[in-house]
């Protein structure tokens, strides 16, 4: 064993090895020669004493352990691999508002998925990114599959490729200890825009919660809107129709009717404590 800086220590004074034994001068004193010559005569008994017992040699000073508060002389515990260090204890309320997550917001158009998810990650106390499905989507300006014309090959294969996009994107975020929230029309009732391949892309962590507002709601919102992000009555309500499929899925789901965009938020962050502590089977 051996100081953090210094030489190596000399072996412990235990009997038959204490500075008598195997140390000579010179390992002390290195800058001085041994004196050559004949060795002094050992020292003679006093008068009255008795003589020390054949082959024993002179005061077995080195025999003897030395007092326990002699300084110099610090008892060692005994070797052995350091033990893991145990995990500290998650709390028992855990605290999304600090907590790195990976949260996929799910919702009809007009459901408000985008607002919300932008004001939460606007107002959390750690990094976080947002990132929209659509918005990817629409970085193809020339050849952009539209699926408002029709969902074909083309849109499929333009909407998987966007989704891919944004998986990696969240990986390298919540690589680097950023939080996001992604937002998406996903269908309980198809695979090809179903949680399947969010799962694969993000990872198994990624807590999905739904945002289902009443159809009044919905279609006030989306007439609204305005280029290709705005759709048909129809089908608004075709789509609204098929996220209540949802409900009886064990995923969250908020109903966001009589709720605005803040209050909406609180809610979340309520929901996804629950989902923390308990995440949910999809």
Not at 23 to 37: E, K, T
Not at 124 to 133: E, G, K, N, Q
Request: contains cysteine.
């Amino acid at each position: 064993m051996q100081h953090a800086v210094g030489s190596p220590l000399p072996p412990p004074h235990q009997p038959g090895h204490g500075p008598a034994a195997g140390w000579s001068p010179a390992a002390h004193h290195p800058g001085q020669h041994q004196q050559q010559g004949p060795s002094a005569p050992p020292h003679a008994q006093p008068p009255g004493y008795p003589a020390p017992p054949p082959g024993t040699a002179g005061p077995q000073h080195a025999s003897m352990p030395p007092p326990p508060d002699s300084t110099g002389h610090v008892t060692l515990p005994p070797g052995g691999p350091v033990g893991i260090p145990s995990a500290p204890q998650a709390p028992a309320t855990p605290d999304p508002t600090v907590t790195t997550l990976a949260v996929l917001l799910i919702g009809p158009a007009g459901a408000g998925k985008t607002s919300v998810a932008k004001y939460w990650a606007d107002h959390r106390r750690v990094p976080t990114a947002h990132i929209s499905l659509d918005d990817v989507r629409e970085w193809v300006r020339s050849g952009f599959a539209d699926p408002q014309t029709g969902w074909n090959d083309n849109s499929e294969a333009q909407y998987r490729l966007a989704r891919r996009t944004c998986g990696f994107a969240a990986r390298n975020f919540l690589a680097n200890g950023i939080s996001c929230i992604l937002d998406d029309a996903v269908f309980p009732d198809r695979p090809v825009v179903g949680l399947g391949g969010w799962k694969r892309h993000v990872g198994p962590g990624l807590l999905p919660v739904v945002l289902l507002p009443g159809l009044d709601v919905v279609l006030e919102r989306n007439a609204e809107r305005s280029g290709n992000r705005r759709l048909s009555d129809e089908e608004v309500a075709r789509i609204h129709g098929r996220m209540a499929g949802w409900y009886g899925s064990g995923l969250p789901i908020i109903d966001n009717s009589q709720l605005d965009v803040p209050e909406t938020a609180r809610i979340l962050d309520d929901v996804l404590t629950r989902a923390i502590a308990s995440p949910p089977k999809w």
